[in-house]
C-alpha cells in the first residue's frame, strides 16, 4: 500500500489530504481515503456518513495513526470499495454524497512530505563505507563509538520538502549536495520498545534527500557537535510511504540518483550496521517515539555529490529513485542575490 498526502486547489484555497495511490505498473490515481469512507458510509444508510468519517478516517495521516496506528485495516477497505466503482464509471466519475470528488490523476494534486507533522526527524548513519568516504575527506575519522551503538543528529523536521518541491540554495554555501537515504515513519507510538516489537511501530518507508552544505558542515563536524546550518536548511521527504508488506527488506532496495536525467550513481544499500529494528529499540529507550518520526537511515553507499566529486547546481533538478517505491524530485533554486548574514565579530 503507497500512502501520501496531497494538496488539492478549492475555491477557499489549497487543502491537504490523505490519499491512496494507486496504478499498475505506474501509480497514475490517487484516492481521497476520507471522502471515500464517507461514500462507503452513504451507501450503507448512515445518516452523517461526513461525521463519522471525520471521526474514524481522518484527512490527516497523523490522525489515522492517532486511531488506528499501523493498522491498515481500514486503508484497505477504502480501496477494496472504490476499485470496483472505478473500473465501472471511470476514475473521473466517482463522487461522494455532497459531490466530493473521490479520485484524481497524480498530475492533477500536488504531493507533500508524506507524514503531515513530523515530531522528530533523526537521521542515523548506518552504512560504513559512506562514512569512510566522507569523513576521510573531511580529513576525520569514525569514531570507535559507531561500532559500539547506533549514533544520530536530530533535524529541523520543519523545514521537510516534498517531491516537486523547490529547494532554495542557501546563500552561505558554494557547495550544496543531495544525500540519498531510506526512511522509517514511525506509525504507532511507543517506549521501551522491544527488538521484536519494532516493526509493530512502523507504518511503512519513504525516500529521504538529507540535503547537505558542505563547506558549512565541514567547520560544523570539526567541532564535534553535529551539523547544524550544513544540514537544516531542506529535507525532502517522499513522494509516499511505502508499507512494510509491499515494500519487504529494504536493504534490497535498488537505488539510484539522477540529476538532470542523468544517472549518477547507483547502489542498494546492504547491510547496515545498525538496522531499523536495532535503532528504533535503541532509540526508544526512556523515550518515547511518536507518530510521525522520520527514521533516515543515513546516505547509502555512493549516495551524495561528496564521494563521487560530483556537484549539483542552481536549476539542476536532483531525483532521488529507490524500486518498490517511486522517485523523489526536487529542483534546486537559483541562488539568493542577498548576501549571507555578517556573523563574525570584529577583532
Request: charged letters at 25%; a negative charge; one cysteine or more.
Amino acid at each position: 500500500m503507497r500512502i501520501a498526502t496531497f494538496r488539492v486547489q478549492t475555491a477557499v484555497g489549497p487543502f491537504d489530504r490523505l490519499g491512496l495511490v494507486i496504478g499498475d505498473p505506474e501509480p497514475a490515481w490517487i484516492v481521497d481515503a476520507n471522502f471515500v469512507s464517507a461514500a462507503r458510509l452513504a451507501g450503507q444508510g448512515h445518516h452523517a456518513p461526513g461525521l463519522r468519517a471525520d471521526h474514524e478516517l481522518p484527512a490527516d495521516l497523523n490522525g489515522y495513526c492517532a486511531i488506528h496506528g499501523v493498522d491498515l485495516a481500514p486503508l484497505a477497505e477504502v480501496l477494496a470499495w472504490i476499485r470496483p466503482r472505478m473500473e465501472a464509471h471511470g476514475p473521473g466519475s466517482c463522487f461522494g454524497p455532497r459531490g466530493e470528488r473521490l479520485v484524481y490523476a497524480l498530475a492533477e494534486v500536488r504531493l507533500r512530505p508524506p507524514m503531515p507533522v513530523v515530531p522528530v526527524l533523526r537521521d542515523f548513519a548506518a552504512f560504513e563505507d559512506h562514512l569512510e568516504n566522507t569523513f576521510g575527506k573531511m580529513g576525520l575519522k569514525i569514531p570507535p563509538v559507531w561500532y559500539e551503538q547506533p549514533t544520530a543528529f536530530k533535524a529541523n523536521s520543519t523545514s521537510l520538502v516534498g517531491h516537486d518541491d523547490e529547494v532554495v540554495w542557501p546563500r552561505y554555501t558554494a557547495k550544496l549536495d543531495y544525500e540519498l537515504e531510506v526512511a522509517a515513519v514511525i506509525g504507532r507510538p511507543g517506549r521501551n520498545i522491544d527488538l521484536a516489537d519494532a516493526n509493530r511501530h512502523v507504518l511503512g518507508y519513504t525516500l529521504l534527500n538529507d540535503f547537505s552544505a558542505r563547506d558549512t558542515q565541514r567547520g560544523e563536524m570539526a567541532i564535534s557537535t553535529g551539523p547544524f546550518k550544513g544540514k537544516d536548511f531542506a529535507w525532502g521527504l517522499g513522494p509516499w510511504i511505502v508499507t512494510l508488506d509491499e515494500l519487504g527488506d529494504p536493504a534490497t532496495l535498488q537505488m539510484s540518483v539522477r540529476v538532470n536525467g542523468e544517472t549518477w550513481a547507483e547502489s542498494t544499500p546492504g547491510e547496515m550496521q545498525w538496522s531499523f529494528p536495532e535503532v528504533i529499540a535503541y532509540t526508544s529507550q526512556d523515550e518515547t517515539l511518536n507518530i510521525g518520526d522520520v527514521i533516515g537511515s543515513g546516505t547509502v553507499n555512493r549516495g551524495c555529490g561528496f564521494e563521487i566529486d560530483r556537484w549539483i547546481r542552481p536549476g539542476d533538478t536532483v531525483e532521488l529513485v529507490a524500486d518498490r517505491i517511486g522517485v523523489l524530485r526536487n529542483r534546486i533554486a537559483l541562488k539568493s542575490d542577498q548576501p549571507p548574514v555578517r556573523w563574525r565579530r570584529a577583532r
